[in-house]
């Protein structure tokens, strides 16, 4: 193993311990109203009353979940318990289930206030992919049979409420009741279509997550019956990311579309959207493991990735994304396009040989260190602007900044055979 690899699996581990989830355990668990708390913002002050959005409650629960099932042995932990871990993935588990899962018409409300009560009802398909993803994961680490199958009902609600039978695809939200809903935009930043990659590449990760926990469990009686639908549903999600939402000519994927595919608000480009999606293709055909899918996949997977150059600055890092229309460039360092553009670097590096990817992901890896994460306080920061000043207008935990991209990178280079 080259030894630079060596040192940052040593880094990264050091990183997601200290850093990232002595954080969340030190300054983000709600232990008057239950679960965690909704934000702190990027000042590093904690506002207890704030909303609980489903979509980080769901990333907290992945997060801790993959760090019990990786970093769970004794040996491999320096700076934490493991027990601590397990204990904090089991809070935010009861938690989702509790107070966002919707017992009467399925699915999950999008937000709750800060007591745990329904704030937003809407159904937004990204958060019950992520709700998916972080139950699946949970079952994977613990063998928890309840986790898993709230997950597969979870899944049943996306299959019956939002898959286009007509056109395919996904759409994007529905009213609590499962009825049309007139915004269906996933944020206030976002485009009002009724699909989009962003949806579609969070529901194939989970759906890849669910498929390896029927796979590797004999938690659910249905699983034998399941996971043949489960693949057909990967397999189609597949195919709709190369064949509609990768643009042939450009190779970045397109953002936003109608029912019938028809592209959307203009010619936009998301290079983090580009790298992430690089290796999360390619990890669903991997783990579908149909040689036919993967010979498809994997000329398209170092098409994208090497398209999502475009937004790399000589400093190794990349900006978040362009508007050709309009000239529009957010020229910020996201945290998370950074921590995607490390994985989805090494990734080229590790299936395809390729060494100028792994110099890549070392110098955005070397970036984070010296411009990203807050030593003193514990996280990372939203960004940097582009003149290189640090932007603290926008949350050090909330609705939108989780644990999640930034342990996820760690996890998966402690993970990945490289």
């Given amino acids: 193993m080259d030894e630079r690899v060596v040192t940052l699996k040593q880094q990264v581990r050091d990183v997601l311990e200290s850093n990232i989830l002595r954080f969340w355990l030190d300054k983000m668990i709600d232990r008057e109203n239950g679960g965690f708390y909704g934000r702190i913002d990027g000042h590093g002050m904690l506002h207890p009353e704030a909303e609980k959005g489903a979509i980080l409650n769901a990333r907290i629960l992945w997060a801790f979940s993959a760090s019990y099932r990786v970093l769970g042995k004794p040996e491999s932990l320096v700076n934490l318990d493991k027990q601590v871990l397990l204990e904090a993935a089991q809070r935010a588990k009861d938690y989702l289930i509790e107070h966002f899962y919707d017992a009467e018409y399925g699915g999950v409300f999008w937000s709750v206030d800060y007591k745990g009560n329904p704030l937003d009802t809407k159904k937004q398909f990204y958060a019950i992919g992520f709700a998916i993803y972080g139950l699946t994961e949970y079952a994977r680490a613990t063998g928890d049979r309840e986790a898993l199958e709230y997950a597969l009902d979870l899944y049943e609600c996306i299959e019956e409420h939002a898959l286009d039978i007509e056109n395919n695809g996904y759409i994007e939200a529905c009213?609590?009741?499962?009825?049309?809903?007139?915004?269906?935009?996933?944020?206030?930043?976002?485009?009002?279509?009724?699909?989009?990659?962003?949806?579609?590449?969070?529901?194939?990760?989970?759906?890849?997550?669910?498929?390896?926990?029927?796979?590797?469990?004999?938690?659910?009686?249905?699983?034998?019956?399941?996971?043949?639908?489960?693949?057909?549903?990967?397999?189609?999600?597949?195919?709709?990311?190369?064949?509609?939402?990768?643009?042939?000519?450009?190779?970045?994927?397109?953002?936003?579309?109608?029912?019938?595919?028809?592209?959307?608000?203009?010619?936009?480009?998301?290079?983090?959207?580009?790298?992430?999606?690089?290796?999360?293709?390619?990890?669903?055909?991997?783990?579908?493991?149909?040689?036919?899918?993967?010979?498809?996949?994997?000329?398209?997977?170092?098409?994208?990735?090497?398209?999502?150059?475009?937004?790399?600055?000589?400093?190794?890092?990349?900006?978040?994304?362009?508007?050709?229309?309009?000239?529009?460039?957010?020229?910020?360092?996201?945290?998370?396009?950074?921590?995607?553009?490390?994985?989805?670097?090494?990734?080229?590096?590790?299936?395809?040989?390729?060494?100028?990817?792994?110099?890549?992901?070392?110098?955005?890896?070397?970036?984070?260190?010296?411009?990203?994460?807050?030593?003193?306080?514990?996280?990372?920061?939203?960004?940097?602007?582009?003149?290189?000043?640090?932007?603290?207008?926008?949350?050090?935990?909330?609705?939108?900044?989780?644990?999640?991209?930034?342990?996820?990178?760690?996890?998966?280079?402690?993970?990945?055979?490289?």
């Fill in 175 to 418: 009213t609590r009741d499962w009825q049309p809903i007139a915004d269906m935009r996933l944020s206030e930043l976002d485009a009002n279509y009724p699909k989009s990659q962003n949806t579609h590449l969070h529901i194939i990760e989970p759906y890849t997550n669910l498929l390896r926990a029927l796979r590797d469990s004999v938690l659910s009686p249905h699983s034998s019956l399941l996971t043949p639908r489960i693949e057909e549903s990967l397999r189609n999600l597949i195919d709709i990311f190369t064949d509609r939402i990768l643009n042939p000519e450009t190779h970045h994927l397109d953002l936003f579309f109608e029912n019938d595919w028809t592209r959307g608000a203009g010619h936009l480009e998301s290079y983090g959207h580009d790298i992430e999606c690089s290796w999360l293709l390619h990890e669903a055909a991997l783990v579908l493991g149909d040689q036919k899918v993967l010979k498809k996949v994997e000329p398209i997977v170092q098409m994208v990735a090497k398209a999502s150059e475009k937004g790399l600055r000589p400093n190794g890092a990349m900006i978040h994304e362009a508007n050709l229309d309009t000239g529009h460039v957010d020229d910020d360092l996201h945290w998370w396009v950074q921590a995607e553009n490390v994985v989805g670097w090494l990734n080229i590096y590790q299936y395809f040989g390729d060494e100028e990817a792994l110099e890549k992901a070392l110098r955005c890896w070397e970036y984070i260190k010296e411009n990203l994460i807050d030593y003193q306080s514990g996280e990372w920061y939203w960004s940097r602007h582009a003149d290189g000043s640090l932007n603290v207008t926008d949350d050090k935990a909330g609705f939108w900044k989780c644990p999640y991209h930034n342990s996820r990178m760690c996890l998966e280079i402690i993970e990945r055979t490289i």
